[in-house]
T-cell receptor, first 113, second 116 residues
Framework: GNSVTQMEGPVTLSEEAFLTINCTYT??????LFWYVQYPGEGLQLLLK?????DKGSNKGFEATYRKETTSFHLEKGSVQVSDSAVYFC????????????FGKGTLLTVNP | ETGVTQSPTHLIKTRGQQVTLRCSSQ?????VSWYQQALGQGPQFIFQ???????GRGNFPPRFSGLQFPNYSSELNVNALELDDSALYLC???????????????FGQGTRLTVV
């Protein structure tokens, strides 16, 4: 079956530091890949996505590249801000007859001023 | 354009009771999915409804059931509540055929269910 493995957290960084959160996946076919962010007390918000190999998703300074050869979709940001503190989830949808997202366990990021 | 709204935001129930959670989909969205997010875990797919019919189910027992109404709003019902049902329940809506793998799902803020 499908699965997503994320880097264990929590991750604590100082403001303006470089961020990488690793994500690898196992899936049948050609999945679409997503990063979602969850701020305290809120639901999930789509951060970025990529739908085919070598696509780069980007949003709000965050980037992730769909690497089929390494089955990875690592999240990066060059300079984090305090407001980026949240839980980040990597997810995939392998298509088929229904739209079902398979999520990783999430990585808690705390950015200190 | 309104987003996905869920009610109630918090709920406390006793083991063995039944609960109904509600979700109002984003305007124009015809597909709704429900997820269970246990503390410290990623969301787990419960089931999905497309045009009022169940269209896929995750590894959850039959006491988890749902409905989708003609206006595409939805309910999640859980019977015979167990302590392990305590979690954040998330509703997500999307537009288009569920088989489109790149469709964006929009999530509500969730209902926090505590079973005591």
């Amino acid at each position: 079956g499908n699965s997503v493995t994320q880097m264990e957290g929590p991750v604590t960084l100082s403001e303006e530091a470089f961020l990488t959160i690793n994500c690898t996946y196992t899936a049948t076919g050609y999945p679409s890949l997503f990063w979602y962010v969850q701020y305290p007390g809120e639901g999930l918000q789509l951060l970025l996505k990529a739908t085919k190999a070598d696509d780069k998703g980007s949003n709000k300074g965050f980037e992730a590249t769909y690497r089929k050869e390494t089955t990875s979709f690592h999240l990066e940001k060059g300079s984090v801000q305090v407001s980026d503190s949240a839980v980040y989830f990597c997810a995939l949808n392998s298509g088929g007859s229904n739209y079902k997202l398979t999520f990783g366990k999430g990585t808690l990021l705390t950015v200190n001023p | 354009e309104t987003g996905v709204t869920q009610s109630p935001t918090h709920l406390i129930k006793t083991r063995g009771q039944q609960v109904t959670l509600r979700c109002s989909s984003q305007s124009g969205h015809n597909t709704v999915s429900w997820y269970q997010q246990a503390l410290g875990q990623g969301p787990q797919f419960i089931f999905q409804y497309y045009r009022e019919e169940e269209n896929g189910r995750g590894n959850f027992p039959p006491r988890f059931s749902g409905l989708q109404f003609p206006n595409y709003s939805s309910e999640l019902n859980v019977n015979a509540l167990e302590l392990d049902d305590s979690a954040l329940y998330l509703c997500a809506s999307s537009f288009g055929h569920p088989g489109q793998g790149n469709t964006e799902a929009f999530f509500g803020q969730g209902t926090r269910l505590t079973v005591v």
